[in-house]
């Protein structure tokens, strides 16, 4: 795990971006895994300016987002079809048929969630998956308690993650109480992961998720168990960490070939 902490989250966004844009330039069909909420936004941002003013080509690429409300139709405001949409695909050139995300209307919600597992190991594993991550540890929406080896399934939302989430919805009664979301074990097997983490009321999670036991009251936490996991933070996510000064120094001191470029 490398922990790099800029002083605001633009600057943190950006970095992350520069990773996205040199594995698709190295390799142009890349599977990228998506997030959805606020801590992608600059990201996704950029990455949109990278192939508008710098010729980034996503064409050939593969995207499979990591969750989706039960009960939204796809053009629903609050759905995270509609999210990507207006946040990020209709700014950059992905193929509409090598675009996934769950159904939040499937009839079959366990069969759905098995032949979402079958489309990523067909297109050959997520290359890089997108995390942001909740104030209590969660990543996609596996919450506190969720398996560390689970799969792509439904969840029941902890009434705090509904809270968090009501300010998408006209009225906090609107949230579903029900998602699909990808596994913690499905996340695992990304090749890389970046987990963005923006704000003082992250700290909290980011400080367990970094420096904590690895434990499912975390979910995050796992990640320290990924071979090639990078944490972008600005410093009010930061503030909890012990080692701020480590991880700051490593940064700085990284050999060129190791760099985004």
């Known amino acids: 795990m490398e922990v790099i902490i800029t002083k605001e989250a633009a600057s943190a966004s950006n970095l992350a971006a520069r990773r996205i844009a040199r594995l698709v330039r190295i390799k142009p069909a890349a599977v990228l895994g998506l997030a959805t909420g606020s801590s992608p936004l600059g990201l996704y941002k950029e990455l949109i300016r990278m192939h508008r003013e710098e010729g980034l080509d996503f064409s050939r690429v593969h995207t499979f987002n990591l ?6 139709p796809p053009d629903h405001p609050a759905s995270y079809h509609s999210f990507m949409e207006e946040n990020f695909f ?3 050139n992905i193929p509409h048929g090598n675009i996934h995300l769950p159904d939040g209307l499937a009839s079959d919600v366990p069969s759905h969630c098995e032949a979402y597992e079958q489309a990523i190991r067909d297109a050959g594993g997520i290359d890089l998956q997108i995390l942001g991550i909740g104030s209590d540890g969660h990543i996609g929406f596996n919450e506190p308690g969720s398996s560390l080896a689970s799969r792509t399934r439904i969840k029941t939302l902890t009434p705090g993650t509904r809270e968090d989430n009501a300010r998408f919805f006209r009225k906090p009664e609107d949230v579903p109480y029900h998602v ?8 695992m097997e990304s090749h890389s992961v970046a987990l963005l983490a923006f704000g003082e009321g992250k700290s909290v999670a980011v400080g367990g998720a970094v420096e904590g036991a690895i434990s499912a009251s975390n979910p995050s936490s796992v990640l320290q168990m990924h071979p090639d996991a990078k944490i972008y933070l600005d410093e009010p996510a930061a503030s909890r960490l012990e080692r701020i000064d480590y991880y700051q120094w490593v940064f700085q001191n ?3 070939w190791q760099t985004d470029r």
């Open 67 to 72: 969750d989706e409300y039960i009960g939204l």
């Open 90 to 92: 209709r700014g950059v």
């Open 180 to 187: 699909i979301t990808m596994g913690i074990g499905t996340i």
């Open 254 to 256: 990284k050999p060129a």
